[in-house]
């Protein structure tokens, strides 16, 4: 490593902003004031349920929308948006797992779903910098090697455009490399802002700022809001990334949330294009975005387990010590960071809901892959509500076979679950520490485990350390300075508010304005 050119690198930006929220202002909406009634329920709006919202409208059905905060602020507001169909390695590992008509309907999907962005964009005239990209993934390491090659093989075999490399044009020597052609990249707020505009009108509503808690089923179903107003819906759609409804499904069993840091950076020299993406960890990912008449790249990776590991600051310096070994940086622009719900077997869980639940419909699990992954749900879950199935179904069915012979990944993923459950009840929280200013440190205050966290101001901001969710200990997040739990991934501001579901009800927390 370059240790000289990373003395020389310049600073990571102070706080973390999306660019794609910074460079964009959305229109606002109410919350739910009252009780409504339309065809379709969408709970939550990130680009699964404005996707979806979009084109039910278009078959003509009322929806109503119900995001807990701001549309796309979430997940979709923080993602690095390439359009791809290249998940990784994931081809041939749906190839082995469930054989080639699975890996082939996985595929398609995707691969329709950047046609389907493509021709919607053509359609509105959206102008959201839309570019067709080549992907690649490579390696430096001899045990991907084969990987490659297979990935290679299986990827041609269901029909996409892909090639083997040992060189790309990136400033480093690879051992090889798959290319998918006909990918792309686009600013993904441009796009979902220009969808979402023409959700509102005949009937039809986004509401902001309104808390889904929970789902009557009767004659109708019924999303309750937070402050006891309902939408009476034929049908729910729950596309809230982590799905906060439990019933029966056992969603929380069945998945993970992972974070990981993107860095936007100015280099000095040309770009050469395309998306890029190591097979191997540390994960690095690279695309490029036109900012400004010039450009910037988004640099991303260092994915962990929400709440777990070392401080996550460590995360962004280790993406910037990359970036000064391999370019010459300009300036680093942005830095963010995003939560990504992974499932067991790497593919969403995208359909009904649970069979006996069958006008309840769910879209999660997209991995770090929800462009081309949460369209291709959106578009399912259309022709399950309008058509009663899709072609695609079977290999996105959150009751698909394969979930149960992913048994090994979850026993490992509940084991996991239950230690971060039990270590941080065992942990002896610290008596009489002085906390500086920025700083937090879980402590005891009046007999009790407490997080407390000293603001730049010397504000001292107390809470709760148990998740309000099912009870697990919460973790600092000094990078994004929240409240972050190691179970199942809800984060809560250091006053105790929701970032992050599934939990439903906020941290109890104390501000004092010393010591
Ligand atoms: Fe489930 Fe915290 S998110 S216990």
Redesign the pocket.
Known sequence: MDTKNILKCKPLTESPESYWIDSTSSKTYPPLAEDINVDVAIIGGGIAGITTGYLLKKQGLRVAIIEASRILHGTTGHTTAKITSQHGLIYNKIKKSLGHDMAKQYADANESAIKFIENTINENKIDCDFEMQASYIYTKDEKYAKKIQDEVETASELGINASYLESIPLPFSILSAVKFDNQAQFHPLKYLFSLSQQIPDDKSYIFENTRAIDIKRGTKLSVIAENGSKVNADSVVIASHYPFYNMEGFY?ARMYPERSYVLGIKINEKYPGGMYISAEDPTRSLRSQKINGSEMILLSGEHHKTGQGPSTMRHYEDLRDFACTTFNVEDILYRWSTQDCMTLDGIPYSGHYKSSTPNIYVATGFGKWGMTNSTASALIIRDLITKGESEYMDVYSPSRTSIAASAKNFVVENANVAKQLISGKLETPQDDVEIKPDEAKVITANGKKTGAYRDKEGILHLCDTT?T????ELKWNDAEETWD?P????RFTIDGKIVEG??LKPIKNEIRSQN
């Open positions: 929380f998740c969710h099912m009870g697990c739990c179970c199942h991934g809800s599934p939990a």
